[in-house]
């Protein structure tokens, strides 16, 4: 008996929606699963919310709820949208998880038993005014490799360095935006430096994507330090024997893999070490971005601590949309559930796009105009029309049943060698190279149906037109078969239309040369896949432009984060005429979730605001209350309304706060 294989997903952070990039790693994985299952391997998909880490922990202050409330939000929002998409995963679990807590504790004591980890004295960011260290995301300042603004663990926007903590220069609170001290604090390390010899031996042997690989043996060649695996938080899994220390979130999310698996294998009867312990196949789907994390960390703890090594690391390209870089703040985002499931397009279509575009490790562009093109010329005009064409035909001639006749030997090789090509493409992790077969076998029927017209056959030669039609069921059949991983909510219909009574996802790959049985009853013909209109498109790619146009007018309303800007004279800032106001009306603004229209006294004359700040303050909290205004600023029309002063606000974790004076003041009063 083969092996078991395990396959797991980059877990999804339980801080926010779900959106088309994250769906760029777990739909190929989740197509990857359903081949596997297709070709009779035993394999088992688990997944989870990583639960622990900092960004989570300013969200929930700035939302005034626990983290373990916030976690619970998003968790139950991604495994919504993930059954939404036909993503199934064996087990979606939750780093915060009682397992992943008792599986992080052990495998850090092996590491220590193991002399891998060990304490040292280091000097760290500590913020004087809200009294606490800064670890990670609490923290923002310069990179001390390329001088560019750079957050706690990470240089997000220069070099790309994974940070150790205590090395951000100039470091800055993020919560308050005071200078932070530095004071000395022993922490533990992971000796990631005395792995190098066996990272650069294992690497070359690793499967999955080539990108991965390479990007992890040139980081090995050139550096490879130690690594601080402790945290100064509450939230997360306690470091052994230290209750004021928690575990690096990057240590205990990987191991949710770990403690995942034990947990289906607890309620299955079956053994977790079968797959940690004695040689599984693990294959990790992960986001180009945590390559570093999956490729170098993760394979010298789980060498340390004496378990299976993972066989493959398969790292997916980024994504565009409308051939911009994406980028939440700005607004250049598709949103899973609100943009796509809510509005009722099919999982299906989003899957089979994810999947043809592009090769697993490229960019992707998305864009709704693309995306229509895709379903209209190659699911309703190609695949769809097949499939509908033979059916409707053979049930109108033949009484809705499959014809006598020998399937052209033709059409069986070309079904055979579709088959393989979806196989390798799946064992290549090329999952385009898969679809692009089932959807030429497609092409091929179309051009097989036009080529022996049926249609004239059937008036001279019902003999030979059965021939054909039953060559045509079986294309049908095979393409059901192959294309399922892909739509399989889509496929599972065309089976049943084809008068399979089972679910076409228990059928293996190899059921596609087996021949359509003759005489066998027919389903009742469906239109498989129905055309977008270009009204639809329009409509959703308005809401796309809306989203932007409101990402820009909450910059412009001054919700921005803190950003080193260049130095004005004082003549400059006395140009600018900034007056104490104080809002008299507040009201929403039709389309629009984040901007308000505001009526604001400046002192004498009433001006009229458009604030992104609708996501911040209910619209009868701010009547009465007084603001700080921008008065001279050039008018702008923000969805058609204008807009002629700015109200002054600060982030803070993305929502704004409003800049007001301590004490009432006279309404008018400059600021100066």
């Known amino acids: 008996m083969s092996s078991p294989i395990l396959v797991t997903c980059g877990l999804p952070y339980a801080n926010g929606a779900c959106h088309l990039g994250h769906l760029r790693t777990y739909v190929p994985a989740d197509i990857f699963v359903r081949g596997l299952k297709k070709l009779n391997k035993e394999v088992l998909f688990v997944c989870g919310s990583d639960a622990h880490g900092t960004p989570i922990v300013v969200n929930a202050e700035?939302?005034?709820?626990?983290?373990?409330?916030?976690?619970?939000?998003?968790?139950?929002?991604?495994?919504?949208?993930?059954?939404?998409?036909g993503i199934n995963f064996d087990l979606f679990g939750d780093t915060d998880d009682a397992a992943c807590h008792n599986r992080t504790q052990e495998m850090v004591k092996a590491l220590m038993d193991g002399g891998h980890v060990y304490p040292r004295e280091i000097e760290l960011a500590y913020c004087p005014k809200c009294e606490r260290f800064l670890p990670d995301r609490y923290v923002e300042g310069e990179c001390p490799y390329c001088g560019k603004p750079a957050r706690g663990d990470e240089c997000d926007m220069g070099c790309g360095r994974h940070l150790e903590p205590?090395?951000?220069?100039?470091?800055?609170?993020?919560?308050?935006?005071?200078?932070?001290?530095?004071?000395?604090?022993?922490?533990?390390?992971?000796?990631?430096?005395?792995f190098k010899d066996f990272l650069l031996d294992y690497l070359p042997t690793l499967g999955g994507t080539t990108s991965a690989r390479n990007y992890a043996i040139e980081w090995v060649r050139q550096e490879l330090k130690d690594w601080c695996i402790t945290r100064n938080m509450a939230w997360g899994v306690k470091f052994p024997g230290h209750d004021d220390l928690v575990v690096y979130v990057w240590v205990d999310a990987p191991i949710g893999y770990v403690a995942f698996t034990e947990e289906w294998c607890a309620s299955h009867g079956r053994d977790w070490k079968d797959y940690w312990k004695d040689g599984a196949k693990i294959i990790h789907?992960?986001?180009?971005?945590?390559?570093?994390?999956?490729?170098?960390?993760?394979?010298?703890?789980?060498?340390?601590?004496?378990?299976?090594?993972?066989?493959a690391v398969v790292a997916s390209g980024m994504l565009k949309i409308d051939d911009k870089k994406f980028s939440k703040s700005r607004g250049n985002v598709i949103w899973v559930k609100e943009d796509y499931l809510e509005r009722g397009l099919h999982p299906d279509l989003l899957r089979y796009y994810l999947a043809s575009y592009t090769a697993h490790n490229k960019e992707v562009n998305f864009s709704w105009k693309i995306f229509a093109d895709k379903v209209n010329t190659e699911l309703?005009?190609?695949?769809?029309?097949?499939?509908?064409?033979?059916?409707?035909?053979?049930?109108?001639?033949?009484?809705?049943?499959?014809?006598?006749?020998?399937?052209?030997?033709?059409?069986?090789?070309?079904?055979?060698?579709?088959?393989?090509?979806?196989?390798?493409g799946l064992e290549e992790y090329e999952f385009k190279k898969a679809a692009d077969a089932v959807m030429s076998l497609a092409d091929y029927g179309n051009i097989y149906f036009q080529s022996h017209e049926p249609w004239k056959l059937v008036k001279t030669d019902m003999v030979a037109?059965?021939?054909?039609?039953?060559?045509?069921?079986?294309?049908?059949?095979?393409?059901?078969?192959?294309?399922?991983?892909?739509?399989?909510?889509?496929?599972?219909?065309?089976?049943?239309?084809l008068g399979f009574k089972d679910a076409v996802a228990d059928r293996p790959f190899s059921e596609?040369?087996?021949?359509?049985?003759?005489?066998?009853l027919l389903g009742t013909p469906e239109i498989l896949f129905t055309r977008m209109e270009d009204a639809a498109i329009k409509e959703l790619d308005r809401i796309f432009a809306d989203r932007m146009k409101e990402a820009e007018a909450k910059e412009k309303s001054g919700v921005k984060g803190a950003e080193k800007k260049g130095e004005i004279s004082f003549e400059e800032f006395s140009s600018l005429d900034i007056r104490i106001g104080q809002i008299k009306e507040a009201g929403a603004i039709k389309g629009s979730k984040k901007l308000l229209k505001l009526q604001v006294d400046i002192g004498g004359e009433i001006r009229q605001v458009v604030a992104g700040i609708a996501e911040a303050y209910p619209t009868e909290e701010l009547v009465g209350t007084q603001v700080v205004v921008l008065v001279n600023l050039k008018p702008a029309k923000l969805f058609g309304i204008e807009s002629q002063a700015m109200l002054l606000a600060a982030d803070r974790a993305g929502k704004a706060v409003l800049l007001q004076p301590r004490v009432a003041v006279e309404i008018g009063t400059k600021v100066r």
């Open 62 to 85: 700035a939302q005034g709820m626990t983290p373990k409330a916030l976690v619970t939000r998003y968790h139950q929002h991604f495994d919504e949208v993930f059954k939404g998409m």
């Open 166 to 194: 205590g090395e951000i220069k100039n470091a800055v609170c993020k919560v308050c935006g005071g200078k932070a001290q530095y004071r000395k604090q022993v922490h533990y390390f992971f000796k990631l430096s005395e």
């Open 285 to 311: 789907f992960i986001g180009g971005d945590i390559v570093y994390h999956h490729c170098i960390f993760w394979p010298a703890m789980l060498k340390g601590a004496g378990y299976t090594l993972p066989s």
């Open 380 to 424: 309703v005009g190609a695949f769809g029309n097949f499939i509908n064409r033979g059916l409707t035909f053979t049930v109108k001639n033949f009484q809705g049943r499959v014809p006598a006749g020998e399937i052209d030997r033709d059409v069986m090789a070309k079904i055979e060698e579709t088959m393989n090509d979806v196989v390798s």
């Open 465 to 497: 037109a059965g021939a054909v039609l039953k060559s045509c069921l079986q294309i049908s059949k095979a393409l059901a078969l192959l294309m399922e991983p892909v739509m399989p909510s889509k496929m599972q219909n065309a089976w049943k239309q």
């Open 512 to 520: 596609a040369i087996n021949p359509i049985a003759e005489g066998s």
